[in-house]
């Protein structure tokens, strides 16, 4: 590190690669963009320019040799998250790893190990927790404003059709990898307790395109969940929704409840010969663009300040644990006991 001031490699040039890229370009103090990473040539070269900086690399091992780079941002499809991050910390790189932090228990396991081995710090992108509501509202769960906390609701639907590669579950582990995952985190954060069990249904309805070669996809679940404290969970997610990006939560106690999110973007109401008009909320890099901002200043902030990031990768893993839990409910249409995933992953 050179005079407090922290290299950043973004590893992954998409939509939410170059949000990150954006915050560490002009606005993390501390921190400078000095290298992106993308696989192919055009994209990457593209992101360079687009963000006013001169390097960019098309392998991210080539990345990891420069001695710029002192942390990198993983932003890639959740297959290779596992191998960049180890690779990373190996060559000792600080870690922000955007979720789903990896395919299975094991992988993260590896991830783990991999950054405390090398003294590096491991940072799981759920964004959620740095939103001011959902702040205030952990804030006033563990204030006791609401009781004991019974049960948490949570979901989100995106308008977007899904990626090609994400049709395929065992390259992405499907939508509640993809989307659901920050739903998952939520419910671990305001329960505060590990989930025991989950039971889920899904389907397909709204992607046809993908139904003759990846018959697993679905479009549209529904989980539950219990807690090792008896406390319950639900979880509903949805992708290709049309009508707009869409994230609530809601969580009841024995004395309250605290409601989290609306589909509205604006307070604004238009009416007229045609009847009522509110603008939707139609992009999560809308919705949570503050809470971006924060958890990569917080990132730069753990590094220099040699504190432990507020999420971490065994936050990261529980997540992951409860996919492959759901995952394996949805096909075998049973409730499945998040012990017996373990045990067949390790």
């Known amino acids: 590190m050179r005079n407090t001031e922290i290299g950043v490699c973004v590893i992954g040039s998409g939509r939410a690669g170059m949000i990150h890229a954006a915050n560490f370009r002009r606005n993390v103090p501390h921190a400078s963009l000095v290298a992106v990473v993308d696989p192919n040539e055009a994209v990457a070269k593209q992101a360079a320019e687009s963000l006013g900086i001169d390097t960019y690399y098309t392998d991210y091992k080539e990345a990891l040799k420069s001695d710029n780079i002192d942390a990198v941002i993983v932003v890639t499809p959740t297959i290779f998250h596992r191998d960049i991050v180890v690779a990373a910390a190996e060559a000792g790189k600080h870690v922000f790893c955007e979720k789903p932090m990896a395919m299975n228990a094991n992988e993260c396991g590896d991830m783990i190990a991999a950054a405390k081995r090398n003294k590096v710090k491991l940072q799981i992108g759920f964004m959620r927790r740095f939103n001011d509501s959902f702040i205030q509202a952990k804030e006033e769960i563990d204030s006791g404003a609401i009781g004991d906390v019974v049960l948490v609701r949570s979901l989100t639907r995106g308008p977007s059709i899904p990626q090609p590669w994400m049709y395929d579950l065992s390259k992405s582990n499907g939508p509640l990898a993809e989307v659901n995952s920050h739903d998952i985190d939520t419910l671990n954060w305001f329960v ?155």
């Not at 007229?272 to 890099?285: A, D, E, H, K, Q």
């Not at 504190?307 to 644990?321: F, Y």
């Open 192 to 346: 505060d307790a590990d989930i025991e069990s989950v039971f889920a249904l899904a389907g397909n309805f709204r992607c046809p395109q993908a139904q003759a070669e990846f018959p697993d996809f679905y479009d549209n679940v529904v989980l539950t969940a219990r807690f090792e404290n008896q406390k319950q969970g639900m979880i509903d997610g949805a992708v290709s929704v049309k009508y707009g990006y869409d994230s609530r939560v809601e969580i009841l106690g024995t004395e309250g409840v605290i409601f989290i999110g609306q589909v509205h973007e604006k307070t604004i109401v238009t009416a007229n010969r045609n009847g009522l008009t509110r603008p939707v909320m139609n992009s999560w890099r809308t919705l949570f663009s503050d809470a971006y901002l924060a958890e990569d200043v917080h990132f730069i902030e753990c590094i220099l300040e040699d504190k432990e990031p507020k999420v971490s990768g065994n936050d990261g893993k529980k997540a992951v644990m409860v996919v492959n839990a759901g995952n394996q409910s949805i096909k075998e249409r049973k409730e499945i006991l998040l012990s017996s995933v373990l045990a067949v992953k390790a």
